[in-house]
């Protein structure tokens, strides 16, 4: 049994081993504070195909540790094809295949030896438009933890409160956590969802669009909390708000028609865009 | 005010066609003119339903019609035609006077006549008594003899139209019963057809003695031939009190004598002599047990009595189950009478009679120990004759003068009692909920109560959902949860075909294919059923412990590759099992041959002490559950096919399993929407007819044993309508029904509605 673990290291990669290993990559990050992983994920000549149309190109690209990386592009170059193909939520769709590869910590999420339920464990995920369950504050929150078997009580009302927290949301609901998720506002919701997305403490959080359908009030107050989590998580946002793009990200990838036209910190692809397609894009005159 | 400024004429390109404003207009009214139209259509079957059913909880209504004076004479008893149009009043001395009652005053009008047997001169009458039912008089005289006339009634139809009822006497010579020229005091007669009894109480030296005779018509070629003696019986020793009142039945194997302080002697007679079966006292509850009357219901099983302070009560024969022997029991009690009665009559068509005692009449109705008709009449009552149409009731007076009462009741059995109560029929030992709507006999008690046939639906229904519902739910959520989208695109439309199935086919099926082989092979079913569910389990749970190299050979989605022939082989395993485990389990003695056998069908009864039938509620439910597996199925799935792929995401992108995605998030989220289809399958189950006729036996039983048939309302209608009278009390009993049957719909849906809408505001989705 030993041996053939030992034969088979990629086993080191299962939920277990993943759960294993936080504490350190933590210790890590409490000793030395400024030092972080760039190559956190790492995308690899990864190419991406819904049937027979190519979505992505021989995408290469990796994003570091605890940065907020911003996917800017127009609409359809598949910059939330690429979010979601992260966690592998696009594997529910039919007749989807892809080339390259996907590496988190130098492990790849193809790896048919990891659950797939593992990796989504691992990341965290907003979408779009808020999608809170249909049922209480309190039972949207502890969902993840539910659905891992973890039930007690005592553990389940501090990821409330410190998942709440951390969303910035424990002050305006923590009256009222029984009540239906739907009887929040809109950018309460997605503040929820944010909430609920960070309760099992993952490492990398995607956000695709989590703005989109908010007013300024309620955007302002997910930018300022975008700028909080970054502390503990890889945060991966996609967006079309050129604005947005360049106040919550460290770093910043243009994409156009599934090619990679540019990546580089936010503050140059603003700033001194290396290519004119960028250029035209972040100064409005395309897209 | 600003001046109206010109009116600018409007540009062709923003004119509206008038057609398009006529047609639009007009489909606006004729979709709201349907609607109501529907509306007014269900209201209007829901009232002429219940216009149906509406005189069966109307009372008698009796009202006086005419009245005819009766030349004076001292009167003993009095009968009527069917028609109680030429009622006779029995004489003192044995004469009949005959009262004509109609076209009093017309020229066809007969006035009253007199007619006699032919030994009247010859005899001198101590005792007479008449049986309304089998209309005959028995005679007896003072010096020991008795005669039996029957006064047959028989409409002719002259020529000037109308019709006109003339009487005959028949009687059979005078014969002797026990002691030669002693006084009969009491006669009672039974006559079976086969077997004839005569019972006589005579006087002999200051003491009463009670004999029998039996008697023998032999046939001859020239019709029949003459009654004879052929057997007598001295049964003064049963005698141990002044006897008041003797009765044989009509089926004559049986004597109740009642004595004077209460006490009633049951003697049976076999054929060749009588013995003691019971002795009772009707009354023995009350301060004084003596009996005022007792006379037969319709059927002679029941005999009406009075206690001469008014207590009124039946008492009925049945066989008692734990002395196994047909014995008299106390079966019905009505409200008390002034006193004990002084007149009855006895209903011909149903078990109603008409009891009282001076003034007071009272019309009351044996199954139901219900009163139809009770009132404070205006003159004393003497004698009374229920019309044998149970149309009429004839009284007549202490002043000779008959009064002639309409009666219009024409459903007398119908009421709450019998439709929803218990009720000890005739012949049962208990009281119970019985339908049985027609028998072999005339005299037939009616058993019209709907509990069975409610409680039949629920069975069906239960039987049916029982095996619907876990089928018809888990394919759904798989169909919409795990299956591949291009295997689900021909998966939905093959059921909904199954849906289009005809009942009728599915209940041939079940009758003649299906209902035989379940029954041979019980176990083999049970076990084959056990066998598919326990190999799901137990795949499922070795899957997910495969190693994931294993796992990877199938796509998801395409699971049910790999679990279709192991569920397939677990089936067979399981039905080739079944006589083993039958010989294992459910050896059971044969009663026929004495032989150890292993069958389940005898094995079941004599171990639960419950029936098997062939046609069951079990092979019911497989084939009704097989209806409504389509209907549930569609609507399922396309409730949680609609659930907003936001929530599935949401769930699988915070680790969730595609199973806790489908049961935590999908499932509640559906809810309303997997309620209704259960509830549109509960409605389809509780209204099917043609599966439940032919593949259940259509017994109305009262249990869930899933070994025995049942008989569901909806079935229950289909049968019976065609032998129902139009307008009768079956007919409208089958209405009854039907408004059962829509109300208990009525109500599972409008329950549903409520609980759905408030799933639906609990489960809604923000837009």
Same mark, same amino acid.
């Given at each position: 049994?030993?041996?053939?673990?030992?034969?088979?290291?990629?086993?080191?990669?299962?939920?277990?081993?993943?759960?294993?290993?936080?504490?350190?990559?933590?210790?890590?990050?409490?000793?030395?504070?400024?030092?972080?992983?760039?190559?956190?994920?790492?995308?690899?000549?990864?190419?991406?195909?819904?049937?027979?149309?190519?979505?992505?190109?021989?995408?290469?690209?990796?994003?570091?540790?605890?940065?907020?990386?911003?996917?800017?592009?127009?609409?359809?170059?598949?910059?939330?094809?690429?979010?979601?193909?992260?966690?592998?939520?696009?594997?529910?769709?039919?007749?989807?295949?892809?080339?390259?590869?996907?590496?988190?910590?130098?492990?790849?999420?193809?790896?048919?030896?990891?659950?797939?339920?593992?990796?989504?464990?691992?990341?965290?995920?907003?979408?779009?438009?808020?999608?809170?369950?249909?049922?209480?504050?309190?039972?949207?929150?502890?969902?993840?933890?539910?659905?891992?078997?973890?039930?007690?009580?005592?553990?389940?009302?501090?990821?409330?409160?410190?998942?709440?927290?951390?969303?910035?949301?424990?002050?305006?609901?923590?009256?009222?956590?029984?009540?239906?998720?739907?009887?929040?506002?809109?950018?309460?919701?997605?503040?929820?969802?944010?909430?609920?997305?960070?309760?099992?403490?993952?490492?990398?959080?995607?956000?695709?669009?989590?703005?989109?359908?908010?007013?300024?009030?309620?955007?302002?107050?997910?930018?300022?909390?975008?700028?909080?989590?970054?502390?503990?998580?890889?945060?991966?946002?996609?967006?079309?708000?050129?604005?947005?793009?360049?106040?919550?990200?460290?770093?910043?990838?243009?994409?156009?028609?599934?090619?990679?036209?540019?990546?580089?910190?936010?503050?140059?692809?603003?700033?001194?865009?290396?290519?004119?397609?960028?250029?035209?894009?972040?100064?409005?005159?395309?897209? | 005010?600003?001046?109206?400024?010109?009116?600018?004429?409007?540009?062709?390109?923003?004119?509206?066609?008038?057609?398009?404003?006529?047609?639009?207009?007009?489909?606006?009214?004729?979709?709201?003119?349907?609607?109501?139209?529907?509306?007014?259509?269900?209201?209007?079957?829901?009232?002429?339903?219940?216009?149906?059913?509406?005189?069966?909880?109307?009372?008698a209504r009796v009202e006086p019609a005419a009245t005819v004076s009766i030349?004076?004479?001292?009167?003993?008893?009095?009968?009527t035609d069917?028609w109680s149009e030429l009622p006779?009043?029995?004489?003192?001395?044995?004469?009949?006077?005959?009262v004509d009652t109609v076209d009093i005053g017309?020229?066809?009008?007969?006035?009253?006549?007199?007619?006699?047997?032919?030994?009247?001169?010859?005899?001198?009458?101590?005792?007479?008594?008449?049986?309304?039912?089998?209309?005959?008089?028995?005679?007896?005289?003072?010096?020991?003899?008795?005669?039996?006339?029957?006064?047959?009634?028989?409409?002719?139809?002259?020529?000037?139209?109308?019709?006109?009822?003339?009487?005959?006497?028949?009687?059979?010579?005078?014969?002797?019963?026990?002691?030669?020229?002693?006084?009969?005091?009491?006669?009672?007669?039974?006559?079976?057809?086969?077997?004839?009894?005569?019972?006589?109480?005579?006087?002999?030296?200051?003491?009463?003695?009670?004999?029998?005779?039996?008697?023998?018509?032999?046939?001859?070629?020239?019709?029949?031939?003459?009654?004879?003696?052929?057997?007598?019986?001295?049964?003064?020793?049963?005698?141990?009190?002044?006897?008041?009142?003797?009765?044989?039945?009509?089926?004559?194997?049986?004597?109740?004598?009642?004595?004077?302080?209460?006490?009633?002697?049951?003697?049976?007679?076999?054929?060749?002599?009588?013995?003691?079966?019971?002795?009772?006292?009707?009354?023995?509850?009350?301060?004084?047990?003596?009996?005022?009357?007792?006379?037969?219901?319709?059927?002679?099983?029941?005999?009406?009595?009075?206690?001469?302070?008014?207590?009124?009560?039946?008492?009925?024969?049945?066989?008692?189950?734990?002395?196994?022997?047909?014995?008299?029991?106390?079966?019905?009690?009505?409200?008390?009478?002034?006193?004990?009665?002084?007149?009855?009559?006895?209903?011909?068509?149903?078990?109603?009679?008409l009891?009282?005692?001076?003034?007071?009449a009272?019309l009351?109705?044996?199954?139901?120990?219900?009163?139809?008709w009770?009132d404070?009449l205006p003159f004393?009552v003497?004698?009374a004759a229920l019309g044998?149409r149970y149309n009429r009731i004839l009284f007549l007076d202490?002043?000779?003068t008959l009064h002639a009462y309409d009666l219009r009741d024409?459903?007398?059995?119908?009421?709450?009692?019998?439709?929803?109560?218990?009720?000890?029929?005739?012949?049962?030992?208990?009281?119970?909920?019985?339908?049985?709507?027609?028998?072999?006999?005339?005299?037939?008690?009616?058993?019209?109560?709907?509990?069975?046939?409610?409680?039949?639906?629920?069975?069906?229904?239960?039987?049916?959902?029982?095996?619907?519902?876990?089928?018809?739910?888990?394919?759904?959520?798989?169909?919409?949860?795990? @299956?591949?989208?291009? #295997?689900?695109?021909?998966? +939905? !439309?093959?059921? $909904?075909?199954? /849906?289009?199935? *005809?009942?009728?086919? %599915?209940?041939?099926?079940?009758?003649?294919?299906?209902?035989?082989?379940?029954?041979?092979?019980?176990?083999?079913?049970?076990?084959?059923?056990?066998?598919?569910?326990?190999?799901?389990?137990?795949?499922?749970?070795?899957?997910?412990? @495969?190693?994931?190299? #294993?796992?990877?050979?199938? +796509? !998801?989605?395409? $699971?049910?590759? /790999?679990?279709? *022939?192991?569920?397939? %082989?677990?089936?067979?395993?399981?039905?080739?099992?079944?006589?083993?485990?039958?010989?294992?389990?459910?050896?059971?003695?044969?009663?026929?041959?004495?032989?150890?056998?292993?069958?389940?069908?005898?094995?079941?009864?004599?171990?639960?002490?419950?029936?098997?039938?062939?046609?069951?509620?079990?092979?019911?439910?497989?084939?009704?559950?097989?209806?409504?597996?389509?209907?549930?199925?569609?609507?399922?799935?396309?409730?949680?096919?609609?659930?907003?792929?936001?929530?599935?995401?949401?769930?699988?992108?915070?680790?969730?399993?595609?199973?806790?995605?489908?049961?935590?998030?999908?499932?509640?989220?559906?809810?309303?929407?997997?309620?209704?289809?259960?509830?549109?399958?509960?409605?389809?189950?509780?209204?099917?007819?043609?599966?439940?006729?032919?593949?259940?036996?259509?017994?109305?039983?009262?249990?869930?044993?899933?070994?025995?048939?049942?008989?569901?309302?909806?079935?229950?209608?289909?049968?019976?309508?065609?032998?129902?009278?139009?307008?009768?009390?079956?007919?409208?009993?089958?209405?009854?029904?039907?408004?059962?049957?829509?109300?208990?719909?009525?109500?599972?849906?409008?329950?549903?509605?409520?609980?759905?809408?408030?799933?639906?505001?609990?489960?809604?989705?923000?837009?």
């Amino acid at each position: 049994m030993m041996t053939m673990e030992n034969e088979t290291p990629t086993h080191a990669a299962s939920l277990k081993d993943v759960q294993q290993r936080r504490p350190e990559v933590a210790r890590q990050n409490a000793v030395a504070k400024d030092a972080f992983n760039p190559n956190h994920i790492e995308v690899k000549d990864y190419s991406f195909f819904y049937g027979p149309n190519q979505v992505l190109f021989d995408l290469n690209m990796a994003f570091p540790e605890r940065h907020v990386t911003a996917l800017i592009g127009p609409s359809g170059c598949g910059k939330s094809t690429l979010l979601r193909n992260i966690n592998r939520m696009n594997d529910l769709i039919d007749g989807i295949s892809h080339k390259g590869d996907v590496l988190i910590e130098g492990q790849s999420i193809y790896d048919p030896f990891l659950e797939v339920i593992s990796l989504r464990k691992r990341i965290g995920m907003v979408f779009q438009k808020s999608n809170p369950f249909p049922k209480s504050i309190y039972e949207n929150i502890v969902y993840s933890l539910r659905v891992a078997g973890r039930n007690r009580k005592s553990e389940l009302d501090e990821t409330v409160e410190t998942s709440l927290k951390a969303a910035a949301l424990w002050d305006e609901v923590k009256d009222r956590l029984q009540e239906s998720a739907f009887s929040l506002s809109g950018g309460q919701m997605q503040r929820l969802c944010i909430a609920r997305a960070i309760a099992n403490r993952p490492e990398i959080l995607l956000m695709d669009e989590p703005c989109s359908a908010l007013d300024p009030i309620a955007t302002g107050k997910i930018e300022d909390l975008i700028h909080d989590l970054k502390k503990d998580y890889t945060i991966i946002i996609v967006t079309h708000n050129m604005q947005q793009a360049a106040r919550v990200s460290d770093k910043t990838a243009f994409l156009y028609m599934g090619q990679l036209i540019e990546y580089d910190d936010t503050e140059k692809i603003f700033m001194k865009p290396s290519e004119p397609q960028t250029e035209a894009y972040v100064s409005g005159r395309f897209g | 005010m600003p001046p109206t400024p010109p009116k600018k004429p409007i540009p062709e390109r923003f004119v509206v066609a008038p057609a398009t404003l006529w047609f639009d207009r007009f489909m606006n009214h004729f979709i709201k003119v349907g609607g109501l139209a529907i509306i007014v259509a269900v209201f209007l079957i829901f009232f002429f339903i219940l216009l149906q059913i509406f005189p069966l909880f109307r009372g008698a209504r009796v009202e006086p019609a005419a009245t005819v004076s009766i030349p004076p004479g001292d009167y003993r008893t009095m009968g009527t035609d069917e028609w109680s149009e030429l009622p006779f009043f029995l004489e003192q001395d044995g004469t009949l006077r005959f009262v004509d009652t109609v076209d009093i005053g017309g020229p066809h009008h007969r006035g009253s006549f007199v007619k006699a047997p032919s030994f009247i001169d010859e005899v001198e009458i101590a005792y007479a008594r008449y049986n309304e039912y089998q209309a005959f008089l028995l005679y007896g005289t003072t010096d020991g003899r008795f005669s039996i006339v029957n006064v047959d009634y028989q409409p002719t139809f002259p020529a000037r139209g109308g019709r006109q009822v003339v009487v005959s006497l028949r009687e059979t010579p005078l014969l002797n019963v026990g002691r030669q020229g002693m006084t009969v005091e009491r006669l009672a007669y039974g006559d079976s057809g086969t077997r004839k009894i005569l019972a006589a109480i005579q006087r002999v030296n200051g003491r009463s003695e009670l004999h029998a005779v039996s008697l023998a018509q032999r046939r001859t070629l020239l019709g029949p031939g003459e009654l004879t003696v052929d057997g007598r019986y001295d049964l003064t020793e049963f005698l141990d009190g002044e006897p008041r009142h003797i009765m044989i039945p009509s089926d004559a194997d049986a004597l109740l004598i009642a004595f004077a302080d209460g006490r009633v002697r049951f003697l049976h007679f076999d054929g060749r002599g009588f013995s003691e079966r019971q002795v009772f006292t009707p009354f023995a509850d009350r301060p004084d047990p003596r009996i005022a009357s007792m006379n037969f219901l319709l059927g002679d099983v029941s005999v009406v009595m009075t206690a001469h302070d008014g207590a009124n009560r039946i008492y009925s024969i049945f066989r008692d189950p734990t002395l196994d022997m047909r014995i008299w029991g106390h079966t019905k009690t009505f409200p008390d009478l002034p006193a004990g009665a002084t007149f009855y009559s006895v209903g011909m068509r149903n078990k109603a009679f008409l009891i009282g005692s001076d003034r007071r009449a009272s019309l009351r109705y044996g199954t139901t120990e219900a009163i139809r008709w009770e009132d404070e009449l205006p003159f004393d009552v003497q004698f009374a004759a229920l019309g044998p149409r149970y149309n009429r009731i004839l009284f007549l007076d202490t002043d000779h003068t008959l009064h002639a009462y309409d009666l219009r009741d024409p459903h007398p059995q119908a009421g709450w009692k019998t439709y929803f109560g218990r009720i000890q029929y005739e012949g049962q030992a208990t009281a119970e909920f019985s339908w049985q709507s027609t028998g072999g006999r005339d005299d037939f008690e009616r058993k019209l109560s709907l509990v069975p046939l409610i409680i039949g639906t629920l069975k069906g229904t239960f039987y049916a959902m029982v095996f619907a519902l876990p089928i018809a739910l888990l394919a759904a959520l798989y169909t919409s949860q795990f @299956l591949r989208p291009d #295997i689900k695109r021909f998966v +939905k !439309p093959t059921m $909904e075909i199954m /849906a289009s199935l *005809p009942s009728v086919v %599915l209940g041939f099926l079940a009758a003649l294919w299906l209902a035989p082989i379940v029954s041979n092979a019980v176990p083999s079913v049970i076990l084959a059923v056990i066998g598919v569910t326990a190999a799901a389990y137990g795949f499922g749970y070795a899957w997910g412990n @495969l190693p994931q190299r #294993i796992r990877l050979c199938l +796509k !998801p989605g395409y $699971e049910f590759l /790999a679990f279709a *022939p192991i569920m397939c %082989l677990a089936a067979y395993a399981g039905w080739s099992l079944g006589p083993v485990v039958e010989r294992a389990f459910f050896v059971v003695t044969d009663p026929n041959t004495g032989l150890q056998v292993p069958d389940f069908r005898l094995w079941y009864p004599t171990v639960t002490g419950l029936s098997f039938e062939q046609r069951n509620a079990f092979v019911v439910g497989f084939v009704m559950g097989f209806a409504v597996i389509p209907i549930i199925f569609t609507i399922t799935e396309d409730a949680l096919s609609n659930v907003p792929d936001a929530f599935r995401s949401g769930s699988l992108a915070l680790g969730a399993s595609r199973w806790q995605t489908a049961i935590n998030i999908v499932l509640p989220t559906a809810s309303a929407g997997i309620f209704s289809a259960i509830m549109i399958g509960l409605g389809r189950a509780v209204g099917e007819t043609m599966i439940v006729v032919m593949a259940t036996g259509n017994t109305p039983v009262t249990d869930f044993n899933p070994f025995t048939g049942m008989r569901t309302l909806s079935a229950n209608i289909a049968v019976e309508l065609p032998e129902a009278p139009y307008l009768g009390t079956l007919y409208r009993t089958l209405f009854l029904g039907a408004m059962v049957l829509f109300l208990m719909t009525f109500m599972v849906n409008t329950a549903a509605e409520i609980l759905r809408q408030h799933l639906r505001e609990k489960y809604k989705a923000v837009e």
